[in-house]
C-alpha cells in the first residue's frame, strides 16, 4: 500500500513540474513515506531525517535547497510531534491527505516566509477523486486500491488508528480506473486494501457488491489477463469469493491469508475473531474450489502471554497448511494498543528464538514449493528486464520471479515457460516449446530475484 501511495505522490507532483529523483540528496523536495506497523519502522523514521538533515545543508551550501516531508503513517500517528523533534521536517501528512500535496507546498511558501505544515484527517473520499483525476503509472502490472482503513481492531496493531475506518470506494469509480488500466496497457491488476476482501463498494442501484462480484465484472475487461487481491481478513472470505477462484480463470491461484498464529488462547487475545480450526477449515473450502492455489501468510510470534504450548500451535499449523510463502514478525509493543497493555509481555531474546525456529519452518516450506516446480509448465507474464544481458523477468501464477532468456519484446506477453530450476525465491525457465539446451543454465540456491 505503501509503494502505491508514493507512486500517487509522484503522479499528482508530475503536473506541478516535479519528476522522480533516483537520490534523495539531488532533491528538491523529499518525502519519506513511512510505516508505523512496528517499532523498528517507525525509529527508522528518524534516523533517516538525521541524514537528511545533513544532506539539506550540503545542498543549502550550494545555494540550493531541499523541502522535507513525512508523509504516512508514522506522520498520521505522531503529527506534529515529528517536527518537534526533528526541526528540519516541513510538512507531515497522513496517508489520507496526501493528494492536497501541491496545495501544501504552495501554502509552504506563500509570502516567502516558511510555514511548517501538518495535515492528518481523514478525508478519504476526497482524496480518492483526486487520484483518480490525476491518471497512473502503467506498467505491465498495477495496484488498484478498492478499500482503505480497518474497523477489526486487532489488539497489537496501529492500523485502525492510523488508516481510519473502513471505506469501500464505489463500484463505478473501481471499474472506470481499471477499464484505464487496461486501456493503458496493463495486463495484470492487484486490487488492494488492508481488508480488501470486507470490501462493499456501492452500486449505483442502491445495492453494495462483494469482492466476488466485482472480480467476475473486472474479469470481463478486455486486456485484464490476471488479477489478484491483497490483503485478506479470515472470516471475511465468503462464499462468492470463494468460488469466483473456482470459476474466474484470470483470478490467480494465489492467497495471502494472514494467520498470525495457531493458537485459540493467542488468537482470542489478539481478537482475530477465528479459531485454528476455522483457519484451517476455510483453507480446505478454498483448496476444494481451487486445487491449485498456494498460500501465504502472515505471523506473530512473541505476542503477550504466548507460551511454548501456543508457539508450538503455530508450528503445527504450519505444518497442517503448507505455505508456498510467508511473513513471521516478532510481537512489537504498539502505544496506544491493547496489548502494549497487557501482562506478561516477553521477552526479546525469547521471541528472536522462536521467530527463528518459525523461520526455518517457513522457510523450508518456501523451498519445497518452488522445488516442485522445477519441471512443470507456468504461464509467466513478463515485467521488466532482468539484471543479466538478454535475460527478462516475469511472475508465475504464484507471484514467483521467473527469469528467462528473452528480449524486452515479450514484456506484456504471457507466455508458457517450462520451470528448469530454482532459488531461495525465485525460479528460472525457458520457453515451453522451445527443445532444451545441453545443459540448462542453473540459478545459484540464495540468489534474490
Ligand atoms: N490487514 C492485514 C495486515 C496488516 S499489517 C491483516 O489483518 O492480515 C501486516 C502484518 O503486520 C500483520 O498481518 C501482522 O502479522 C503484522 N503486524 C501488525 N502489527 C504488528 C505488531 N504490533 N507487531 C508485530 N507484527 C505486527
Ligand atoms: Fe491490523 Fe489487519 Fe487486524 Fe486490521 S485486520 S487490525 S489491519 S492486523
Not at 513540474?17 to 537520490?23: E, F, H, M, N, P
Amino acid at each position: 500500500m505503501n509503494v502505491y501511495d508514493s507512486e500517487r505522490m509522484a503522479d499528482i507532483l508530475t503536473p506541478h513540474g516535479y519528476s522522480l529523483s533516483d537520490r534523495a540528496d539531488d532533491a528538491d523536495l523529499v518525502i519519506l513515506n513511512t510505516c508505523h506497523i512496528r517499532e523498528k519502522a517507525a525509529e527508522k523514521v528518524y534516523s533517516e531525517l538525521g541524514r537528511m538533515r545533513r544532506a539539506q545543508q550540503t545542498r543549502r551550501d550550494h545555494g540550493a535547497d531541499m523541502t522535507i516531508a513525512v508523509a504516512g503513517c508514522v506522520a498520521q500517528a505522531e503529527g506534529d510531534e515529528i517536527i518537534r523533534r526533528a526541526p528540519v521536517v516541513d510538512m507531515v501528512f497522513g496517508p489520507q491527505t496526501y493528494h492536497r500535496l501541491p496545495e501544501m507546498l504552495a501554502r509552504l511558501d506563500r509570502d516567502g516566509a516558511r510555514r511548517k505544515i501538518v495535515e492528518t484527517d481523514f478525508p478519504v473520499e476526497e482524496k480518492f477523486d483526486t487520484l483518480s483525476a490525476a491518471g497512473s503509472h502503467a506498467g505491465v502490472t498495477a495496484f488498484l486500491t478498492v478499500q482503505e482503513g480497518c474497523d477489526k481492531f486487532c489488539t497489537y496493531c496501529v492500523v485502525p488508528y492510523t488508516r481510519g475506518a473502513e471505506f469501500s470506494r464505489p463500484v463505478a469509480d473501481v471499474l472506470a480506473e481499471a477499464r484505464r488500466l487496461a486501456a493503458a496497457g496493463v495486463r495484470e491488476i492487484t486490487l488492494l486494501g488492508q481488508n480488501v476482501n470486507a470490501y462493499h463498494g456501492e452500486a449505483g442501484d442502491g445495492g453494495n457488491w462483494t469482492l466476488g462480484r466485482l472480480i467476475r465484472e473486472i474479469a470481463e475487461i478486455s486486456g485484464i489477463a490476471r488479477i489478484r487481491y491483497t490483503t485478506s481478513y479470515p472470516s471475511e472470505m465468503d462464499h462468492d469469493l470463494i468460488s469466483a477462484h473456482a470459476e474466474v480463470p484470470q483470478l490467480m491461484p494465489y492467497l495471502h491469508l494472514p494467520v498470525q498464529s495457531g493458537s485459540d488462547r493467542v488468537l482470542e487475545a489478539m481478537n482475530r475473531r477465528h479459531s485454528a480450526a476455522e483457519y484451517l477449515a476455510l483453507v480446505d473450502k478454498i483448496r476444494t474450489a481451487r486445487p491449485d492455489i498456494a498460500l501465504s501468510s502472515d505471523f506473530i510470534v512473541g505476542f503477550p502471554g504466548e507460551n511454548r504450548r501456543d508457539f508450538e500451535a503455530t508450528l503445527q499449523l504450519v505444518e497442517q497448511v503448507g505455505f508456498a510463502q510467508a511473513y513471521s514478525f516478532k510481537y512489537s509493543a504498539r502505544p496506544g494498543t491493547p496489548a502494549a497493555a497487557m501482562p506478561y509481555q516477553i521477552e526479546e531474546a525469547e521471541k528472536s528464538d522462536r521467530l527463528a525456529v518459525l523461520q526455518q519452518l517457513l522457510t523450508a516450506q518456501q523451498r519445497a514449493f518452488n522445488a516442485a516446480c522445477v519441471g512443470k509448465d507456468f504461464d509467466i507474464l513478463f515485467e521488466k528486464p532482468g539484471r543479466a544481458a538478454n535475460q527478462i523477468v516475469g511472475r508465475s501464477p504464484y507471484l514467483q520471479p521467473v527469469h528467462i532468456e528473452g528480449t524486452a519484446e515479450l514484456i506484456g506477453d504471457i507466455t508458457k515457460v517450462r520451470i528448469t530450476a530454482h532459488g531461495a525465491n525465485s525460479l528460472s525457465g525457458r520457453p515451453a516449446d522451445r527443445a532444451a539446451p545441453a545443459h540448462d543454465v542453473a540459478i545459484r540456491a540464495g540468489t534474490p530475484a
